[in-house]
């Protein structure tokens, strides 16, 4: 590939976009992991989870042991974005 092969102009164009666009989605992301909405949606989540493995016949320890992994699981994605 040459130089003149390279859309030096779209990757730019492309890149301000992203720029511009990112921090907003970072903002409304976080908004929505760590606002009262948030946390109602993520325990209803958790609620769910842990009832299907119920309902499936699951016994109760083990459920409990799955759903606690689950809630480690969705700290660490939203600890990714808070830091971000």
Do not use: C
Not at 3 to 9: G, T
Not at 15 to 26: A, F, Q, T
């Amino acid at each position: 590939m040459s130089d003149s092969d390279i859309p030096v102009k779209e990757i730019g164009e492309m890149l301000d976009m992203v720029s511009e666009k990112l921090p907003r989605l970072v903002k409304e992301l976080y908004h929505t992991l760590y606002s009262q909405e948030g946390a109602e949606q993520m325990s209803k989540a958790v609620g769910t989870f842990y009832k299907n493995l119920m309902d499936a016949g699951m016994d109760s320890q083990d459920a409990l042991r799955l759903t606690q992994e689950y809630m480690k699981t969705l700290k660490s994605l939203t600890s990714q974005f808070k830091d971000a």
